[in-house]
């Protein structure tokens, strides 16, 4: 009846529920507080309340509704459990207001969460992301967390992370080592099929990459604190799963590969191959990695640059021209001025560049100041002949105008080559 509909509630501005204020407050304190002050304000019995930023939106608070108007009867599940909660924490539905609370009834649920599965945990915590500043602030994400991390480590062969902070209350942060050592139960434990110590790596690819670097702060391994090998290829596949889009998203990745390269830095040649550290190289560089940590990198693989291959070097220059040579004249510089690079490893350098000048001679919006800069980036020692460079230079003036510079460079060489 009419009479019974006194309560406009608007959430977010975008859509509005129309309820009987007797039944709502009885279960949520805030609301009960907001039409008390409403009251003392106006003898209109019809009250409008506006909740901005509800978490779930008008899909969250009608779920509220239907716990309201069942008189506190939910079926609460692995699914929904995540946004009832942050809806129970925002709206006050606690003992204060009644018995048969939300809050209490979703913290009971959620207290089994180390008997879920491993499908259900991942898609619980996947469920969390619209409302993530919601599902952080109240500790949920810290909670799935743990009960996340308790399960790669039940499952795997070997300690996945060891770091250490200035506590180590499983309550407040994840600094410790998680190790097998204390195995759940099969039923509870198992996550899936698969076999190796990398089987969790595919599942976490779904999370955002906020629940990530949550999951990464709370191992105490973000940033330059990542001595973990493992987290470091956890790292390295998940960010190989992402899409390189916008500036934007682009920027919520930048922690990320920061953390990633510092554990390859921190391993360096004994875990990564001058090829692979190429391959790490293209890949962090579609996201927002630092300065610092691209500099570390360059500088870790320059000092193996005699190990490239050309296809290595070849690197795209994005906007700049097809390939990106500046970063090979910063490559051969590290290289140059390395300690401990013998006549040997110079020579095989000089073999490399002179392939790699070769292959980069067509690229038409490559110019001769570049294209010189590459050539002259070695010392006279690092060629036993100039044989290579001069076919380099004879292909490039086929193409390239500026015929002038790089035959004068060639008439250099040949008149040092004589001397």
Known sequence: MPQFINLQIIINDQHAFFLHENIISAFSGRLKKIIRKQKRKTQIENYVIELNDFPGGPDGFEQVARFCYSYGGVEITVSNVPLLYCCAFFLGMTEKTSTNNLLRQTEKFLEGMFDWSWTDLIMSLRSCEPFFSYADSYGLIQ???FALLAKIAQNSDMNFIT???SSSSPET???FRFSSTSKASPESA?????????????DLTILSPKIIEKIIRNLGAYGNQNNSFTLTRFLLHYLKSRPQGSPTSKSEYGGLADTAVHGV???????????????????????SLSKDYRAGLERLIGENLDEATVDDLLVSGHNKGVYDVNLVIRLITVFVNSEGVNSEKMKKL?????????EISPDQNLNTSKFLAVAESLPHSARDCFDGVYR????????????????????????????
Not at 392 to 419: E, N, P, R, W
């Open 143 to 145: 909670k799935f967390i």
């Open 163 to 165: 770091s250490s902070s």
């Open 173 to 175: 942060s994840f600094g």
């Open 190 to 202: 198992s996550p899936c099929t698969k076999s190796g110590k990398d089987w969790w790596f595919d």
């Open 265 to 287: 830095i921190l391993v360096g040649k004994t875990k990564f191959s001058c090829r692979k550290l190429f391959w790490v190289l293209r890949l962090v560089s579609g996201f």
């Open 350 to 358: 000089g073999r490399l560049i002179d392939n790699y000048l070769r």
């Open 392 to 419: 380099a230079i004879d292909f490039y003036l086929q193409i390239d105008q500026g015929f002038a510079d790089v035959s004068t460079m060639k008439s250099s060489h040949l008149k040092q080559a004589k001397s």
